[in-house]
């Protein structure tokens, strides 16, 4: 048998409650919540003292305390339990005698929360103040069960403190939807969480990329499926030559077209490239257009597909600056294929002519000519007055022959004081006319060094194909030996190239 309990010296009340009705009663219903008790109260208060006290109404009393739905419960001084109504059992399975045998707060209460409730229980006893909170308790069966706990003081009307008054409500539907809401605002939160990082990682992907095509020399612009400006770099502006606090955002593209058109040489040329790219959907290969300014740009574009379905999300642009380019290539152009020293075409243009002429003059079934030029007496010229006298010859005899030869005639010079020219087309007449032209121009050149002028006649062979067969080697022979005769016969002549029916003719 356990201690006395610290109540043993109070009222009976208190000991067996609602069977013995004093005092004590009187208080325990007056902190009784709900308002079937308030209504029994009050319809009590009514009624002279005697018959609130009196037997008739023990019964009421303690019937309306056992009928709550929640746990009604008096925990005496000593933090032992003196009662529990019925619903304690029907809620926690454990019989309120039990609980009264036992330490309560052991039986009753979930490990977890134990301690929470023992020191709640302390600070009650010790202050006596009502308190307010919520625990879990351990259903006989094992299950936990969240409850929130309602304490009361219960005191003498001198204000001495009787024991505690508990009301345990079941509260575990509300914990369970607290407990939902908490794992949807968690759901949310890592949602908001990733999106925010999606966003952020998006972002710095934009900049990185944004970066990298400013620092791209060529000029981009994307264009929405609307055909309006999305993006463009720095460098687009500067191609362009906009100025770059001129928004472009937004524009379209006939806006932007007429913004630069007068830049260009051609822009209706321009114009119909775009259209005709805009309407393709394959992408297109670089087009090279030039600026009134002498700058050459080459264009590109592809659609920008969509990451599903067939729908472009826009077309990107693509200009690049190849004024550059293109004048390094020409000046390589010109290195690789003329002379420097005349500016005539060199020996290597030569033979890409000649194969070139021969392969047309074959297919419409006409002549080409061949005049191969030596200089006759250049190098006592060197030898008197100097190289540089001699490449003076040079260069005055090129201009001079130049301008007798007709725009379809082609001037080579080959090397040393050789020179050649080609003729399409050409008849045996025209050869010899030609060739004429060109003997009596050298020979009209006077040189002037120091105190002495001098002059130089020039020797020509003359070939024709296709009298003269063996491919472009047999024509250059052919000149070649023509030449070498007119040269043995005295120079400041030409000779035609012996064929099977064609005569040489001397002048
Ligand atoms: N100044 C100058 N002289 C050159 C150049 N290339 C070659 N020569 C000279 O041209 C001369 C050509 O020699 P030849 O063909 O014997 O001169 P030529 O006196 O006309 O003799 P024939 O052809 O036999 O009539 C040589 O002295 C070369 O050094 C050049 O670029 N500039």
């Known amino acids: 048998m356990a201690a006395a309990p610290a109540w043993a010296g109070l009222p009976e009340v208190f000991m067996s409650p609602f069977v013995t009705v004093g005092a004590g009663l009187a208080t325990l219903c007056g902190l009784a919540s709900g308002g079937y008790i308030l209504m029994l109260r009050q319809r009590l208060a009514a009624q ?8 008739s109404h023990d019964r009421h009393f303690r019937l309306a305390a056992e009928a709550g739905r929640g746990i009604e419960g008096l925990v005496g001084l000593d933090g032992c339990l003196i009662w529990a109504n019925p619903a304690v059992e029907r809620l926690t399975g454990h019989d309120a005698a039990a609980l009264k045998a036992a330490d309560f707060v052991e039986l009753l209460v979930c490990d977890r929360d134990r301690a929470f409730c023992r020191q709640q229980l302390q600070v009650l006893l010790e202050t ?3 308190a307010d909170f919520e625990l879990r308790i351990q259903r006989r069966d094992g299950a936990t069960l969240w409850m929130a706990c309602h304490w009361l003081p219960v005191r003498e009307e001198d204000g001495r403190l009787l024991s505690l008054r508990v009301s345990m409500e079941d509260i575990q539907s509300r914990k369970e939807a607290e407990y ?12 908001q969480a990733l999106s925010e990082h999606y966003l952020r990682r998006s972002n710095e992907e934009r900049l990185r990329l944004s970066a990298l ?11 929405d499926p609307d055909h309006r400006v999305v993006y463009c770099n720095q460098a687009f502006y500067e191609i362009w030559g906009l100025p770059p606090s001129k928004s472009l955002m937004g524009m379209r ?3 932007l077209q007429r913004m630069v058109m007068d830049l260009l040489v051609e822009p209706e040329v321009f114009l119909k490239h775009l259209k005709d790219v805009v309407e393709s959907r394959q992408p297109s290969e670089p087009v090279e257009f030039h600026f009134r300014s002498g700058r050459v740009l080459t264009s590109s574009s592809r659609l920008v597909p969509a990451p599903e379905g067939p729908r472009a999300i826009g077309r990107i642009w693509v200009f690049e600056d190849v004024t550059a380019q293109r004048l390094a290539a020409r000046q390589l152009q010109q290195m690789a294929e003329r002379d420097p020293l ?14 070139r002429m021969l392969a047309d003059g074959q297919r419409r079934g006409e002549g080409v000519g061949l005049l191969a030029i030596d200089l006759d007496g250049f190098k006592p010229v060197n030898d008197r007055f100097g190289h540089q006298a001699g490449d003076e010859v040079l260069v005055r005899l090129a201009t001079a022959v130049g301008a007798v ?3 379809n005639e082609m001037f080579f010079r080959l090397g040393g004081d050789e020179f050649a020219i080609l003729v399409p087309s050409a008849t045996a007449l025209e050869l010899a006319e030609l060739a004429r032209r060109v003997t009596g121009c050298v020979a009209g050149l006077r040189f002037t060094f120091g105190d002495e002028t001098v002059a130089v006649t020039a020797s020509l062979g003359i070939a024709f194909s296709p009298q003269q067969g063996g491919g472009p080697e047999g024509l250059v022979g052919a000149a070649d030996r023509a030449m070498y005769v007119a040269k043995t016969q005295g120079g400041n002549r030409w000779a035609f190239a012996p064929a099977e029916s064609h005569a040489q003719s001397l002048a």
């Open 128 to 130: 006596g103040v009502p």
């Open 342 to 355: 005349t500016n005539l075409y060199n020996r290597r243009r030569f033979h890409e002519e000649l194969v």
């Open 180 to 191: 939902q809401q908490l794992e949807t605002v968690a759901a949310l939160r890592r949602a």
């Open 405 to 407: 030869v007709r725009r």
């Open 253 to 255: 593209d006939v806006m």
């Open 213 to 223: 095509l400013d620092v791209v020399r060529a000029g981009i612009l994307f264009m």
């Open 48 to 55: 002279p003292a005697a018959d609130v006290a009196g037997p």
